[in-house]
């Protein structure tokens, strides 16, 4: 079974963000995993936001699928996410979601990129991107399988 995981930029701290977070990952029967990177030197601007590519490159599994939440990216309903989650996984190889830092994505990190998804034109906290994530990542579960919780 594939792996799911979600990358993200920054380590999200305790509170109803991360709890909510552990609430969709614990109801789902898909193994999802939350890998957090993080460069702890203070270094600001563009040297920061590269630092944060290489981190985010060097934890992707070779073969992955990735998919970057971009601002440039598709949106897409719920229905057309669910398809391309099931399509992705039934390859067999882990899908990885990559959440940026405050900076957003180096080119590096979308060109790596299998697919750029955007959850609309506003920018959103990182910490509530998660949460989102998380929540469509269950409802993809939940359209899969025919759960009513997906009305």
């Known amino acids: 079974m594939a792996e799911i995981v979600i990358l993200a930029v920054g380590r999200i701290k305790a509170g109803p963000e991360q709890s909510l977070v552990a609430e969709y990952l614990k109801r789902l029967p898909w193994p999802v995993t939350v890998t957090e990177v993080e460069e702890r030197r203070p270094i600001v601007g563009p040297e920061r936001q590269a630092r944060e590519a290489e981190l985010i490159l060097a934890a992707i599994p070779e073969k992955a699928i990735v998919v970057a939440l971009d601002e440039?990216?598709?949106?897409?309903?719920?229905?057309?996410?669910?398809?391309?989650?099931?399509?992705?996984?039934?390859?067999?190889?882990?899908?990885?979601?990559?959440?940026g830092g405050a900076d957003g994505l180096l080119q590096s990190v979308r060109d790596r990129a299998d697919y750029l998804l955007a959850f609309g034109p506003m920018t959103w906290p990182h910490a509530l991107v998660r949460s989102l994530l998380a929540e469509q990542i269950y409802r993809a579960w939940t359209i899969s399988t025919g759960h009513p919780y997906h009305k």
Not at 72 to 94: C, I, N, P, Y
């Open 72 to 99: 440039r990216g598709k949106t897409l309903s719920s229905q057309l996410f669910a398809e391309k989650v099931v399509t992705w996984r039934d390859d067999g190889r882990s899908i990885v979601f990559v959440i």
